[in-house]
DNA sequence: CATGCGTGGCT
DNA sequence: TAGCCAAGCAT
């Protein structure tokens, strides 16, 4: 058993404090949880989980650590392979990135992954959010860790409003103000309020009814008020370029060779998108060219 | 600072 | 059923 906190606690804190001890019994058991896995391993987690759900990013997580487990291993495969193993997570030019960063991590990090968040900001595809999660999760740093759950967290808890609005800079001192002061638990809070978000504070139909805060939430105890605030766009995908490049994707994933234009014909039908779509696939560097004309992952 | 970038499950 | 939503990042 820990010892209890022995320093004073602002209100604030006490709240950290029960989301600590919340979290410490319902915590899901997530494979890059685990207490052997290192900060490469966390590394890879948080830029899998980057818009894609966890039930999604297990299996995935499990194979690329099995066949890439370090980031020389990984700096060493070619951007094809990455490709087809990162499957179809979603957003692949995050393959692409986390290739790019084992290479920078290989060569100028002496093959590990730095505790420093300003260097870990600094590698492709890692930013405000990642690099902290890495910081913390993956090096045990008492890192103030914001995402979009911890968001929606802080402005229910805190400020009594029903969604969080669009990211502010204040962001990081308002969770920095819950987190308790013993480094050891500040870094569990920064886990316990994403979960708490995952689990029980969540966009639509939140189970207030499990929250171990719920006595203390300035939302509830402003009688949950409705979300008051600009309209948030929704997202569409039927029809848009994003469909069109996961089609044209599909094909050369599952093609052993590469493959002449008239087999992605097959993908999408208009012709002018289509065309759109291969350019800008070819600018990301997901796609390549060979000198006779086909189109190819990219062999890197 | 708003927008584009995949995918699939859930309500 | 047609949105809505999921541990963001780069531009």
Redesign the pocket.
């Known amino acids: 058993m820990e010892s209890l906190p022995g320093a004073v606690r602002t209100p604030a804190q006490e709240l950290g404090d029960t989301l600590v001890d919340w979290f410490a019994t319902a915590a899901?058991d997530?494979p890059?949880?685990r207490p052997d896995v290192d900060a490469w391993a966390v590394l890879v987690?948080?830029?899998m989980?980057?818009?894609?759900?966890?039930?999604?990013v297990e299996p995935a997580w499990r194979e690329w650590m099995a066949r890439w487990p370090t980031p020389a291993s990984l700096a060493a495969a070619s951007p094809a392979e990455v490709i087809r193993a990162w499957g179809?997570?979603?957003?692949?030019?995050?393959a692409l990135?986390l290739r790019e960063a084992a290479v920078t991590l290989t060569e100028r990090h002496d093959g590990a992954v730095p505790a420093d968040v300003a260097a870990l900001?600094a590698?492709?595809?890692?930013?405000?959010?990642?690099?902290r999660?890495v910081a913390c999760f993956g090096h045990g740093q008492p890192q103030p860790v914001v995402?979009?759950?911890v968001r929606?967290v802080v402005a229910r808890l805190i400020h009594g409003r029903a969604e969080a609005g669009?990211a502010r800079a204040a962001d990081l001192a308002d969770v920095a103000l819950l987190a308790p002061p013993e480094p050891a638990r500040a870094v569990r809070f920064s886990?316990a309020a994403?979960?708490l978000?995952?689990l029980v504070c969540?966009?639509?139909?939140p189970r207030c009814g499990a929250c171990p805060v719920r006595d203390r939430c300035a939302w509830r105890l402003a009688g949950c008020p409705p979300y008051e605030g600009p309209p948030?766009?929704?997202?569409?995908?039927a029809g848009?370029?994003?469909?069109v490049?996961?089609?044209l994707?599909?094909v050369l994933r599952a093609a052993c060779h590469p493959v002449p234009a008239a087999e992605l014909e097959a993908a999408w039908d208009d012709a002018v998108q289509r065309s759109r779509?291969l350019d800008?696939?070819l600018v990301?560097g997901?796609v390549e060219q060979t000198p006779d004309g086909l189109f190819t992952l990219p062999r890197g």
């Open positions: 899901r997530l890059w949880r987690s948080e830029v989980l980057q818009q894609t759900p966890v039930s999604r179809k997570l979603g957003y692949p030019r995050r990135r900001e590698l492709p595809g890692i930013g405000v959010y990642t690099a999660a995402d979009t759950n929606r669009p886990v994403m979960e978000g995952a969540t966009a639509g139909t948030r766009r929704v997202q569409k995908f848009t370029d994003r469909q490049r996961g089609r994707l599909d779509c800008s696939l990301d997901l």
